[in-house]
Nanobody, 117 residues
Framework: QVQLVESGGGLVQAGGSLRLSCSAS????????IGWFRQTPGKEREFLAA????????NYADSVKSRFTISKDNAKNTVYLQMNSLKPEDTGVYYC??????????WGQGTQVTVSS
């Protein structure tokens, strides 16, 4: 079993920044991918960014690639999502997840991000 815990959410004004953290513990899998997703009311969960644990390869959704940066700290078993130039439409619950094979199998509980205009 893998446990993921997100933190770092909060209330920020438009144009501001936040850094989310995703701390992993428990069983580890070979070269997993850690992803960040966003859920907003009335919309499907949206992929934002991902990083492959062993090689650090990243990919981003087009909607955030110029503003968000995903990174990792191997020693802390933590993945970060640095979010800059935040917009009101970035408001939502942010989740991290990790894969078994090609499927995101384990999810954190989420952290709320609210961007005020």
């Amino acid at each position: 079993q893998v446990q993921l815990v997100e933190s770092g959410g909060g209330l920020v004004q438009a144009g501001g920044s936040l850094r989310l953290s995703c701390s992993a513990s428990g069983r580890t899998f070979s070269n997993p991918v850690i992803g960040w997703f966003r859920q907003t009311p009335g919309k499907e969960r949206e992929f934002l960014a991902a990083i492959r644990w062993s090689f650090g390869i990243t990919n981003y959704a087009d909607s955030v690639k110029s503003r968000f940066t995903i990174s990792k700290d191997n020693a802390k078993n933590t993945v970060y999502l640095q979010m800059n130039s935040l917009k009101p439409e970035d408001t939502g619950v942010y989740y991290c997840a990790t894969t078994i094979g090609t499927e995101y199998a384990y999810w954190g509980q989420g952290t709320q991000v609210t961007v005020s205009s």
